[in-house]
């Protein structure tokens, strides 16, 4: 059923537009719920899960689907760089961090003193 406001606008009675946003939700919910790996409880972490290492270079993003990690960190950052390839250089160093982070090993050099210590 259909109700016309005073513009002469019909809208959906509030009935069908329910029965439509959730068809939407369970339609979209399947595919990802079959797609998820088995998973442990929140909160629940393997003896190992210190040791373990992610692969940071691949197809997809890493960490999304896997169980949860150890420990993590969050950053952000005003990006300073004067120029391309300033911003080129600052991304490449990132990168290589971000590897180490995930598969641990030595520590990278540190390119500029001034900057504070890996550890």
Known sequence: M????ENGVNEPSRRRLLK????????GSC?????QKTQSAPGT???DARNEKQPFYGE??????????????L???DVLASD???LERLFRL??????????GGDEPATPNPRLTPLD
Request: charged letters at 10%; hydrophobic letters at 50%.
């Open 84 to 86: 391309k390839t300033d």
């Open 45 to 47: 972490l393997s003896p």
């Open 94 to 103: 990132l990168t290589q961090r971000f590897a180490f982070l995930t598969q």
């Open 60 to 73: 997809h993003q890493a960490g999304i689907l896997t169980p949860q990690q150890a420990a993590m960190m």
């Open 31 to 35: 595919p990802v719920a079959h797609a």
């Open 2 to 5: 259909q109700y016309e406001d």
């Open 20 to 27: 439509g946003i959730g068809a939407l939700a369970l339609a």
């Open 75 to 77: 950053v952000a950052f």
